[in-house]
């Protein structure tokens, strides 16, 4: 499927469709981001979010990068990378990951890290192919709620 990747620069209610679609597809236990809360995420410093458009312009995909700076340098992160049950295996992921990795090379990024379940088997296949590789460490998590 030929997409265009591109940073969404305001809210509109296409955006907020997209994101109440593809967050279901992503995580049974979150709620959609409201208008709102896609507002403060297009307008944060170092947040970028970024959709996938299909031929006809509707959104069938996202992923959020977020670039920061550390002691040790620039790093980014990826967060939340969806791609609509219809478009997957259609390389919407790969054109997604990979238009994020420019975009944190060109920001002057060290790393990119990203985490991603291991019942993602095609997800993982797609990272490992674009050259990510398991790092040696423990990701812990606290529940703040």
């Known amino acids: 499927m030929p ?9 509109t209610p296409a955006l907020v469709d997209a994101f109440a679609r593809l967050v279901p597809q992503l ?3 979150s709620s959609a981001p409201t208008s709102s809360e896609l507002g403060e995420m297009v307008s944060a410093p170092g947040t970028h979010v970024l959709v996938a458009l ?3 312009g509707a959104i069938v995909g ?6 920061f ?6 790093r980014a992160w990826i967060e939340d990378v969806v791609v609509d049950e219809a478009g997957r295996g259609q390389g919407v992921g790969e054109a997604l990951n990979r238009f994020a990795l420019d975009l944190a090379r060109a920001e002057g990024c060290k790393t990119v ?3 991603s379940r291991p019942s993602r088997e095609a997800a993982n296949r797609l990272y490992q ?3 990510f590789v398991p790092r040696e460490t423990n990701v812990y998590r606290f529940t703040l709620e």
């Open 69 to 74: 700076r550390i002691p040790t340098g620039m």
């Open 3 to 11: 997409v265009t990747i591109e940073e969404a620069q305001e809210v």
């Open 62 to 67: 996202s992923l959020t990068l977020v670039i």
């Open 54 to 56: 299909d031929g006809g």
């Open 113 to 115: 890290d990203l985490t």
């Open 27 to 29: 995580s049974r236990s």
């Open 129 to 131: 192919r674009l050259g």
